[in-house]
């Protein structure tokens, strides 16, 4: 999830700049530094008249899969209903990064989760995505059951891993079921845009994988119930069903979903906040995430 900060040290922006500027063969403005990401560094770069664009993004990543991943989701998306960025180009860039340039998407995160509307948005556009017909190469089959780390046993340091793992093993088999389709992989509210009460897009692909639905609808019910609370996060999953039906796995992906914010969920603090949840506070996440951690354990 992209909540909290990244951990790589800035990327000199003149080479962002002159990416920019030559995939777009356009001059460029300025270069602003977006904050929030973990995996990546993200810059707006402005374009100067007369450019075709006013802006483009530009994504520095350190693992060269998950740019990858982003490359190859924004070309199966190309062409289909699921709004999303148009790639621009993809490269290496100094010291040993990789870059993936996309337009830049109209609006920005909000928060509403007393709407109908709303959440009838993110549901809708998620089914729109797990519909994707549409493969392509280089997107990896999400392991399910298969991930050798479950092996290993919870962390004797963390009392909710000590309290889920039991669950975890106990459906296992259950990360197989459903039907293999196009899985964003970080879907929530901070990676999903709005203009007014119009959704115009969802962003961050570098997560993107093949894989059962139930990923992306288990994550986005977790994240859900830490920012706004169980009952909007039970709202969020039954207009999803009542769009493309049952959801096989979702208990044993919710498990999985459960333990993303760990060690602490407090960390993803600023990034709630900047997708418009306000009110939250370092100790109602951690009570919020050991509620959801006992009711599955």
């Given at each position: 999830?992209?909540?909290?900060?990244?951990?790589?040290?800035e990327i000199d922006?003149a080479?962002?700049?002159?990416?920019?500027?030559?995939?777009?063969?356009?001059?460029?403005?300025?270069?602003r530094?977006?904050t929030?990401?973990?995996?990546?560094l993200?810059?707006i770069?402005?374009?100067?008249?007369?450019?075709?664009?006013?802006?483009?993004?530009?994504?520095v990543?350190a693992?060269?899969?998950?740019a990858r991943?982003?490359?190859a989701?924004?070309?199966?998306l190309?062409?289909?209903?699921?709004?999303?960025?148009?790639?621009l180009?993809?490269?290496r860039i100094?010291?040993?990064?990789?870059f993936?340039?996309?337009?830049?998407?109209?609006?920005?995160p909000v928060a509403?989760?007393?709407?109908?509307?709303w959440l009838d948005?993110?549901?809708?556009?998620l089914?729109?995505?797990?519909?994707?017909?549409?493969?392509?190469?280089?997107?990896?089959?999400?392991?399910?059951?298969?991930?050798?780390?479950?092996?290993?046993g919870?962390?004797?340091?963390?009392?909710?891993?000590?309290?889920?793992w039991?669950a975890?093993?106990?459906?296992?088999?259950e990360?197989?079921?459903?039907?293999?389709?196009?899985?964003h992989?970080?879907?929530h509210?901070?990676n999903?845009?709005?203009?007014?009460?119009?959704l115009?897009g969802?962003?961050?692909?570098?997560?993107?994988?093949?894989?059962?639905?139930a990923?992306?609808?288990a994550?986005?019910?977790m994240?859900?119930?830490l920012?706004a609370?169980?009952?909007?996060?039970?709202?969020?999953?039954?207009?999803?069903?009542?769009?493309?039906?049952?959801?096989?796995g979702?208990d044993?992906?919710l498990?999985?979903?459960a333990?993303?914010p760990?060690?602490?969920?407090?960390?993803?603090?600023?990034?709630?906040?900047?997708?418009g949840?306000?009110?939250?506070?370092?100790?109602?996440?951690?009570?919020?995430?050991?509620?959801?951690?006992?009711s599955l354990?």
């Amino acid at each position: 999830m992209a909540h909290a900060g990244n951990g790589h040290g800035e990327i000199d922006t003149a080479a962002v700049a002159t990416v920019a500027g030559d995939l777009t063969g356009s001059r460029v403005r300025d270069v602003r530094a977006l904050t929030g990401g973990i995996s990546n560094l993200t810059y707006i770069v402005r374009l100067a008249p007369p450019a075709d664009r006013e802006a483009v993004v530009v994504r520095v990543f350190a693992d060269r899969d998950r740019a990858r991943a982003e490359t190859a989701a924004l070309r199966i998306l190309d062409g289909t209903d699921v709004p999303a960025p148009q790639l621009l180009g993809h490269g290496r860039i100094r010291p040993a990064r990789w870059f993936v340039v996309s337009t830049r998407l109209r609006g920005r995160p909000v928060a509403r989760p007393d709407d109908p509307t709303w959440l009838d948005g993110l549901a809708e556009t998620l089914v729109a995505i797990h519909g994707v017909s549409r493969h392509g190469h280089g997107l990896a089959l999400d392991p399910g059951p298969a991930r050798a780390w479950i092996d290993d046993g919870p962390s004797p340091e963390s009392p909710i891993e000590q309290t889920l793992w039991p669950a975890l093993e106990r459906r296992r088999p259950e990360l197989a079921l459903g039907r293999t389709v196009l899985v964003h992989g970080d879907f929530h509210t901070g990676n999903v845009h709005w203009v007014g009460p119009r959704l115009t897009g969802v962003i961050d692909w570098e997560n993107a994988r093949w894989g059962p639905a139930a990923f992306d609808v288990a994550y986005c019910y977790m994240d859900l119930m830490l920012a706004a609370g169980r009952r909007t996060a039970r709202r969020f999953v039954g207009a999803y069903v009542d769009r493309a039906g049952n959801v096989p796995g979702f208990d044993a992906w919710l498990v999985m979903a459960a333990m993303r914010p760990l060690p602490d969920p407090a960390l993803w603090l600023p990034s709630y906040e900047g997708a418009g949840w306000t009110d939250l506070t370092p100790t109602l996440l951690r009570r919020r995430l050991g509620m959801l951690a006992r009711s599955l354990g």
